[in-house]
């Protein structure tokens, strides 16, 4: 028998001198409070109640077990009052990593806003491209994008990207539009870190090897060569959708868009998400709506 078996029944009836409204309280029969009772008598071999046929009263041992009970009872009370208010002021340090240019459009004014919500958190966030160990680093979450490795960590999708490749109208009237990928040789492909795009035909992933006069590590710099009319770009919507939208831009090779990436939220499995951390997941889940679809 579990030490706590019985606790419950004990004190309400105590509380109110009577089986029948003790298991009314609980919520459960008559007969099962008096069954609880009973084992808890036999457990402690002591009696704790004097019963009539009109009223329940505590033995001298039945007065100084109630005592103790309370005060249980009142500390998980308190327990469950201050989880609640944490749930809703959070307070404490939460510390973060996310990619560079995605936290910096995306993750930091979320977590500005969140913190305009529960000022009482204290957000440490570090933005980098490598995949921090969060264990090791003392991370309580990470944001990462695109297919997940690590296989030790939970994961929630917190929404999506596409890769689009897009030109300047500019461009197009100078050099016109790919139309297939093979014509992409024909024409100058802004390179990132990468010399190679990825694409979906007919179902498959394929790699095809582009090249142009123009390497740049920075997705704003390629953004800013194509605006320029300077070449072709592929690159996540996150960067373009602005310019596709204003026609800044326009997009090319649609129907070799490759399939959506997730971008998630990653936590350590050996570790439960505190009331804090999943508030700022679901925050989070809430807030980023993939580019382009409101």
């Not at 077990?65 to 749930?87: F, S």
């Amino acid at each position: 028998m579990s030490i706590w078996e019985g606790v419950s029944e004990f004190v309400a009836v105590t509380e109110t001198e009577s089986f029948t409204a003790a298991g009314k309280s609980l919520g459960i029969s008559t007969a099962q409070v008096s069954r609880q009772i009973t084992a808890l008598e036999q457990r402690l071999a002591t009696k704790l109640f004097y019963r009539t046929t009109r009223r329940v009263s505590l033995t001298e041992e039945g007065h100084v077990y109630y005592q103790h009970c309370r005060q249980v009872l009142d500390g998980l009370e308190a327990a469950e009052r201050a989880i609640t208010n944490l749930q809703e002021n959070p307070r404490g340090k939460i510390k973060l990593t996310a990619p560079v240019t995605y936290g910096e459009e995306n993750i930091i004014p979320l977590i500005n806003n969140f913190l305009l919500k529960y000022p009482d958190l204290d957000i440490n966030t570090h933005l980098t491209n490598l995949n921090v160990d969060l264990i090791d680093e003392g991370y309580d979450l990470a944001i990462r994008i695109g297919k997940l490795n690590d296989s030790s960590m939970m994961a929630r999708k917190l929404t999506s990207r596409v890769q689009h490749v897009c030109a300047s109208p500019d461009y197009i009237a100078n050099y016109g539009i790919a139309h297939t990928l093979s014509e992409l040789g024909q024409h100058n492909c802004l390179l990132g870190t990468h010399d190679y795009w990825q694409f979906d035909e007919e179902g498959k992933s394929k790699n095809i090897r582009v090249s142009g006069n123009v390497r740049c590590n920075s997705g704003y710099g390629l953004v800013d060569a194509a605006l320029k009319g300077i070449g072709l770009i592929q690159l996540p919507d996150y960067y373009v959708q602005s310019h596709l939208d204003n026609g800044q831009l326009m997009r090319m090779l649609e129907r070799y868009q490759g399939p959506e990436e997730g971008i998630w939220a990653l936590y350590p499995n050996n570790r439960h998400l505190s009331p804090k951390i999943r508030l700022l997941v679901d925050y989070l889940a809430e807030n980023l709506a993939p580019m382009g679809k409101e």
